[in-house]
């Protein structure tokens, strides 16, 4: 059974870096063609794409975000960890991982942890 | 970066169908997946690749993908579809994937 789930700060001031952890179970990040995305959604809005990482290191970012993300794994831990700077207001959001698989949308997803930027 | 256009909002009652699109620029050569979200979950991966649905999701999801516009039809709509709806691709000239703003879908 596959299982993922979220952790870090649920509060975080403006400039400061958001470190977000996913530890997972179920699955490995060393099987050829598994991979972990993060995915956000703040309060009443749309769900947006932040970063994917393959079993391989293989890393792909948002575009629009790419300069302040960057997306990291430890197999040993299965701990998949994400780390965004000069955190906003705007920033303000939960933000999920889920489990993937090379040519595959996401289909396994945490509960989520919402992650709110305030002075 | 590719853009996926929903309509806000679709409204059906119980036992018809819902029809809920995706558009996006010759999104007909692209695999597009497809999200239910309800209210304070996490996303349910509903229709994936155009029209393959995950084991143990009813037939009544059905995806279709052709020209600019995919869509989701969802028949014999209960109360329980009611739901926000993503639709997602990957954008291989951005190296990413990418949702749809989301459709909200209220049954009447």
């Known amino acids: 059974q596959i299982t993922l789930k979220e952790s870090g700060p649920t509060l975080v001031k403006p400039t400061q870096t958001l470190t977000l952890t996913c530890t997972f179970s179920g699955f490995s990040l060393s099987t050829s063609g598994v991979g972990v995305g993060w995915i956000r959604q703040p309060p009443g809005e749309a769900l947006e794409w932040l970063a994917l990482i393959y079993w391989d290191d293989d890393k792909h970012y948002n575009p629009s975000l790419k300069s302040r993300l960057t997306i990291t794994k430890d197999t040993s831990k299965n701990h998949v960890v994400l780390n965004m700077t000069n955190m906003d207001p705007v920033d303000t959001a939960t933000y999920y991982c889920?489990?993937?698989?090379?040519?595959?949308?996401?289909?396994?997803w945490g509960q989520g942890t919402l992650v709110t930027v305030s002075s | 970066s590719y853009v996926l256009t929903q309509p806000p909002s679709v409204s059906v009652a119980p036992g018809q169908t819902a029809r809920i699109t995706c558009g996006g620029d010759n999104i007909g050569s692209k695999s597009v997946h497809w999200y239910q979200q309800r209210p304070g979950q996490a996303p349910v991966l509903v229709v994936y690749?155009?029209?393959d649905r995950p084991s143990g999701i009813p037939e009544r999801f059905f995806g279709s993908n052709s020209g600019n516009t995919a869509t989701l039809t969802i028949s014999r709509v209960e109360a329980g579809d009611e739901a926000d709806y993503y639709c997602?691709?990957?954008?291989?000239?951005?190296?990413?994937?990418?949702f749809g703003s989301g459709t909200k879908v209220t049954v009447l």
């Open positions: 889920a489990h993937l698989e090379a040519q595959t949308p996401p289909d396994y």
């Open positions: 690749d155009d029209s």
């Open positions: 997602q691709l990957w954008d291989n000239s951005g190296d990413h994937f990418v």
